[in-house]
């Protein structure tokens, strides 16, 4: 069987697992149905272990209401289950009971962030002596975001402390301070870690990924953000694992 005709296949009992007409083939036994129960079930789980913190802070109903709501508009095409829900948090932009709370928008796409940085590729990681090594030779380094490392800024409310909070099984606190907040996920000894970074550390990573050297990098992140301590910042992004040389 090639490539193309294993696709087909596998894109028609996905079809039959989730009801969509395939003529001539949806089956109707009992243990036909039994098997797409279970299935179902399992997407509906993996939903849920996908996306802990929008499900703490949703609850089992909304979050079930959500997940037959997605799963109906985009059923999955890949028997991996990590990839189930790839799509939740565009979706949720349009989901209409969602539109009240923009922050869970945030908060899916920092669990979905969550799943790439823990299954992306392995490189080598810049370093301290890296950096000091370039400054001996005069060399303005070029870095890039690490493989793993994902990063988001929300200036009109605390995702980072919502998401962190929620990851931890807590919900909303009413003394929240809503204000905005960015967080960065790393994987720097193979385990995604989320550190709350400031506006400048978010711009800087903006310019990493677009091409900029680590200087010019710096530079465009204290244009946006004048107070931020850029020492600090570079500190952190070393650490945490946050970036490879290009």
């Not at 696709?7 to 949806?26: A, E, I, S």
């Not at 079930?41 to 109903?61: I, Q, W």
């Not at 799509?87 to 923009?102: D, K, S, V």
């Amino acid at each position: 069987m090639n490539k193309s005709s294993e696709h087909d296949w596998r894109t028609q009992v996905f079809d039959m697992l989730w009801g969509t007409d395939v003529v001539g083939l949806t089956p109707r036994s009992p243990g036909w149905k039994v098997y797409r129960n279970t299935t179902q079930r399992a997407c509906f789980e993996s939903l849920k272990a996908n996306f802990p913190a929008l499900h703490v802070l949703l609850g089992d109903e909304a979050f079930s209401v959500l997940s037959r709501a997605y799963l109906h508009a985009h059923p999955p095409r890949d028997a991996r289950l990590m990839h189930c829900g790839d799509r939740l948090p565009e979706f949720l932009t349009a989901f209409e009971p969602a539109q009240p709370w923009p922050h869970l928008i945030d908060v899916a796409q920092l669990d979905r962030f969550w799943i790439e940085s823990h299954g992306a590729a392995n490189a080598p990681h810049c370093t301290g002596p890296d950096v000091l090594q370039s400054q001996r030779d005069g060399v303005d380094l070029m870095c890039s975001p690490h493989p793993a490392t994902r990063w988001l800024w929300q200036p009109e409310h605390p995702v980072a402390t919502l998401w962190l909070d929620a990851r931890a099984g807590h919900t909303q606190r009413g003394d929240l301070n809503w204000q905005g907040e960015g967080l960065m996920l790393t994987r720097p000894d193979q385990q995604v870690q989320a550190t709350p970074i400031v506006l400048a550390a978010c711009v800087f990573l903006n310019g990493c990924a677009e091409g900029l050297s680590l200087q010019a990098a710096l530079i465009q992140a204290h244009r946006h953000d004048p107070g931020a301590d850029l020492a600090a910042l570079v500190t952190v992004m070393l650490q945490q694992g946050a970036l490879t040389i290009s």
